[in-house]
């Protein structure tokens, strides 16, 4: 299985990035999928995810409005589109695959099995 993220980037605040995550060797559509971050010196934290249809979806609390997680299951991929970026979303973005048997999705890591490399997201002031 693997998962790679992609579109990560140096911004300005304000700005705008869409992270990508293609997925491989695994059943994608029988996935929720997910995306987290981790910044210098800070645990790693929830960011988004998306039920196995992509009809569900959940946001840390903070980040709702600004991030909108999808998918597309043809494809086998997982995007994260983030808006008005700020100096303090800065971090490691990862993404990550949980087996569901049943369309819903999980905001809690430990119950990801399969992870990506991670894309670095700076944004300067």
């Known amino acids: 299985v693997q998962l790679q993220a992609s579109g990560g980037g140096l911004v300005q605040a304000g700005d705008s990035l869409r992270l990508s995550c293609a997925a491989s060797?695994?059943?994608?559509?029988?996935?929720?999928m997910g995306w987290f971050r981790q910044a210098p010196g800070k645990e790693r934290e929830f960011v988004a995810a998306i039920s196995r249809s992509g009809r569900s979806t959940d946001y840390a609390d903070s980040l709702k409005g600004r991030f909108t997680i999808s998918r597309d299951n043809a494809n086998f991929a997982v995007y994260l589109q983030m808006n008005s970026l700020k100096p303090e979303d800065t971090a490691i973005y990862y993404c990550?695959?949980?087996?569901?048997?049943?369309?819903?999705?999980?905001?809690?890591?430990?119950?990801?099995?399969?992870w990506g490399q991670g894309t670095q997201v700076t944004v300067s002031s």
């Open positions: 060797g695994l059943t994608f559509s029988a996935y929720g």
């Open positions: 990550a695959a949980v087996r569901k048997y049943s369309d819903t999705f999980s905001n809690r890591d430990y119950e990801y099995y399969y």
